[in-house]
Nanobody
Framework: VQLQASGGGLVQPGGSLRLSCAAS????????MTWFRQAPGKERQFVAA????????FYADSVKGRFTISRDNSENTVYLQMNSLKLEDTAVYYC?????????????????WGQGTQVTVSS
């Protein structure tokens, strides 16, 4: 599975961005697609996840109510709509896919990673 993330950029606080993660290859075997982010000097952290089969969605508390994860199965693409962006949302955002069932926040369990896309929230 190959993942291509895009959509990052510079936005003012309160603004919006939509990230995309296009998957190619053996996508039918993936259990879930997830967005993580990593700010400078910090560990990579879970943001949101969606399962391919049932479409169940999960969010970090810090983004709940502001971010929405969705999928387009026909295009093998997962989106992250980010609204009401805050300064602390600044990070490199990575999409990842895992084939096995298990805790979606477990970074070590992910099999495939995209290259990351920079999101900068600044006034």
């Amino acid at each position: 599975v190959q993942l291509q993330a895009s959509g990052g950029g510079l936005v003012q606080p309160g603004g919006s961005l939509r990230l995309s993660c296009a998957a190619s290859g053996r996508t039918w075997s993936s259990y879930a697609m997830t967005w993580f982010r990593q700010a400078p000097g910090k560990e990579r952290q879970f943001v949101a996840a969606i399962t391919w089969g049932g479409g169940s969605k999960f969010y970090a508390d810090s983004v709940k109510g502001r971010f929405t994860i969705s999928r387009d199965n026909s295009e093998n693409t997962v989106y992250l709509q980010m609204n009401s962006l805050k300064l602390e949302d600044t990070a490199v955002y990575y999409c990842a896919a895992r084939d096995s069932f298990g805790p979606l926040r477990d970074i070590s369990a992910y099999d495939y990673w995209g290259q990351g896309t920079q999101v900068t929230v600044s006034s």
